[in-house]
Every structure is written in C-alpha cells, then in structure tokens.
C-alpha cells in the first residue's frame, strides 16, 4: 500500500505570548518570555507564584457568552485555535465531504478548573450532592474534540489523545497515520490545557518539578542552563490543520509544510524521571527518521523538549549527542520553553507550529535567559542550543520532541515542501 503524503495548511494557537500565531511567533523569534506573577488565584502562599498564563483572551470572540460559560477553559482555548486554523486553511465546507474530515485532540489534564471547582464547593457546604449539570463534559479530556467536530460537522475520525506533556503531539502523529493511511482527508489536531490552577500549581509543587524565582520570573525558564531548577506551568491551545497532499492542491491550499515522519516509544524506566541516558529520547527520534526515510544529517533543527528541569535536559542532550554523533555539532537545538513556559498536554502543538514556521522561515527561535558562564558542565559546549537570539539558517528538515510523565516519548519529522 502506498502511504498518502500529508502537509499542513492551517494553523491556529492561543498562547502566553499572543492570542495567534503571528503574534506568538514574532514574540519567540524576539526572545520574548510570557512569565509573571499568576493572577488565576491567590498564589502568594505558593512556592512558585508565577506562571505563563494567556494575557487578554476573549472567549466571545469565538462563541457566545451563555456558551462559554459552560465550558472549562481548555476547551474554550482548544475552539479559539481550531477556529482559527480552520479560517486560515481556507475551506469552502459546502463543497467538503464531512465523512472525511475528523479531529484528534491532545490534553493531559482536561477541565482542571471545573474538577477543582466542583470538590472545593461540595467540601464547603453540607455534605448535600450539589453538582452543576455540565460539570462532566466540562472537565473530560475528549470533550473539545466533540465541541470542534459539531462546530465544523466533522464526520470523520474523532478522538482524544492523553499521554501527559506528550498528548498533543501523539494527537498530531494519530492525525497524521489516519490520513495516510486514506481513512480521512483532513484531520483538525492539536492540544489545549488550563492547568493555572490551585491543584496544579500546588499538584507539580509538592513533586519540586517547578521553578520557585519569584523574583525574577521572566529569567527563570533557563533549559541547558547549569542554575535552571524547574519549568513553568503555561496555558492555552494550538492546532493544526493535516490534509492530505492531492486534496491539499485540488483546492489550491496554502501550505506551510509536510510531515514525514514520527516516532513513539516508553521509557519503562519511571513515572516523572527519564531514562538518565535518554534511552526513550533516542529510540524516539531513530524511529521518527526511519518513518521519514532520511539520515540524521539531513536534520537542520531540533525543537526540543527542554522543560528547564535538571535530569531532562540532560537526557534529551545526551540522547541528541548519541543519533546524530558530529552531526549534533552542526544542527541547531532550542527549547521554546524558555519563553512559553510548558504548556503540558498542548506543549506538542504549539512546538510543532514553532518548528514548522522555523522551516517556512528558515529562522530558528532561541533559547532565552543563559548566561555565558551558566553552561551545564553535563553537556557538550560545542552543541549549538540557540541561545539569547533568533539564528537565521536553511531549515529543510526539523524534529520536534515532546517526552511526558510516564515515560511517553513523541517525535515528529516536518520538512520544507516542495511538489
């Protein structure tokens, strides 16, 4: 059976660094940070007080007000990016088959907001069973999914993918396997998460999996950095549109990239450490490059998972060092973390956009917030990380790596389009 190619012609994202992807790329390729002080809840109690939360968002502008209320804030962050998407890939929907179109969705968390909310208000009265009649389709993680495939009748293929910090881009590679496969012709994808909140501050607290600079927020997502001590939680919501090649052109679609490969593989090693060699990370992306059919030296640039987090930083270096050999020396590596923060279960997506835009742009982000002297003694100085400032190159090739809780590892492989 031959294989469908796949390109991507839509893109959308709601993020700490713009409530779109222009903004939000202009702000990555300018070393911008979304960090600051958390304003969702009353932190000052909190080891970390600070967060990459989204900044000015307005969930009228893609519903109405009596709708948006009974939806948790991933799903109203996971409409906002597919509307937008789907606006930019430009489809007359009447001449569409709808059986042919479907939606996989990543989040690791789901309704966050509205679980919370609801334990908190049964605790505070008199034991009497009280609950909201939404109160289970706001916090199921499938549920944006469902809201986008009504939104769009979308008849096809319709999911939901949770694997922690690596469930968007579990959804983006299902996406991908369904169209070429020809089980669907289009596939709306990506991820959303609101994990801002009481629990999940105080939840990823009491793991030490947090940065606790207080004083310095917008310094204090440093991956590679010898003095990092932790990722930021960050929100919001990005998608993709995946269409099938053919499809893509019978209509005239702008496209901004293909995608040609993934990998996904378990550590079997730990529920929150990675394998301290970055086993999982490299058999990741070996698989990810044998699905594409390239060599590692035709990679040009990694966006890596890089949390800012002591032990898997580390991992995921050795694990590049160890595929691409000298190559490692040549490719440029950075973690988009530093400024978004991590975005969790939606973290996937919003790379990928960043990966894929580095590719149309020939451009590639940096790696904010190092010092000279604050390299990880762990790691190679010759590696080039990307730090401080924008590199522009020739990006034909890129990975995106996104690794989660539980020992979930996911790779994609997009290249520069060419017919």
């Known amino acids: 059976m031959e294989l469908k190619r796949v390109v991507i012609t839509g893109l959308g994202a709601v993020t700490p660094l713009g409530n779109d992807v222009p903004s939000t790329w202009q702000n990555l390729i300018n070393g911008v940070s979304g960090a600051a002080p958390i304003t969702h809840f009353d932190a000052s109690k909190f080891k970390t007080q600070f967060a990459c939360e989204l900044k000015g968002f307005d969930p009228t502008l893609y519903m109405d007000l009596k709708e948006a209320r009974k939806l948790d804030g991933f799903t109203q962050y996971a409409i906002a990016a597919a509307t937008q998407a789907m606006n930019d890939a430009n489809f007359n929907l009447d001449k569409e088959n709808p059986n042919r179109m479907g939606c996989v969705w990543g989040s690791g968390m789901g309704g966050l907001h509205s679980f919370q909310e609801a334990a908190f208000d049964y605790n505070s009265g008199d034991g009497t069973p009280r609950f909201n009649p939404f109160i289970i389709p706001k916090l199921i993680t499938d549920i944006p999914a469902g809201h986008i495939s009504i939104k769009y009748n979308l008849r096809g293929p319709n999911y939901a993918t949770t694997s922690a910090c690596a469930s968007s881009s579990h959804s983006i590679a299902s996406a991908f396997d369904q169209i070429r496969l020809g089980k669907a012709d289009v596939i709306v994808t990506g991820g959303s998460e609101s994990a801002v909140e009481i629990m999940g501050i105080g939840g990823f607290n009491a793991m030490h999996a947090l940065s606790t600079n207080n004083s310095d927020p917008e310094h204090a997502s440093k991956p590679f950095s010898k003095s990092r001590d932790g ?3 960050g929100e919001g919501a990005a998608c993709l549109i995946l269409e099938e090649l053919e499809h893509a052109i019978k209509r005239g679609a702008k496209i901004y990239a293909e995608i040609v490969g993934e990998g996904m593989t378990a550590d079997a090693h730990h529920i929150t450490a990675p394998d ?15 699905d594409a059919n390239i060599q590692p030296e035709q990679i040009d640039y990694i966006n890596a998972h890089g949390t800012s987090t002591p032990l898997g930083d580390i991992a995921e270096a050795k694990a ?10 040549e490719l440029n590596i950075s973690s988009t973390k530093s400024m978004t923060g991590h975005l969790l279960g939606a973290t996937g997506a919003l790379e990928a956009i960043a990966t894929i835009l580095a590719i149309r742009d020939n451009i590639v982000p940096p790696t904010i917030n190092h010092k000279d002297d604050d390299i990880d003694p762990q790691l190679n100085p010759k590696m080039n990380f990307t730090f401080n400032h924008a590199q522009k190159r020739q990006v034909n090739y890129a990975i995106s790596n996104t690794f989660g809780f539980g020992g979930h590892n996911a790779s994609l492989v997009f290249k520069k389009f060419n017919n």
């Not at 590049?320 to 020396?329: K, T, V």
């Open 320 to 329: 590049i060092e160890r595929l691409f050999g000298q190559h490692a020396l």
């Open 276 to 290: 301290p060699e970055g086993d999982g990370a490299f058999r990741v992306m070996k698989l990810a490059l044998e």
């Open 231 to 233: 990722f930021i939680v």
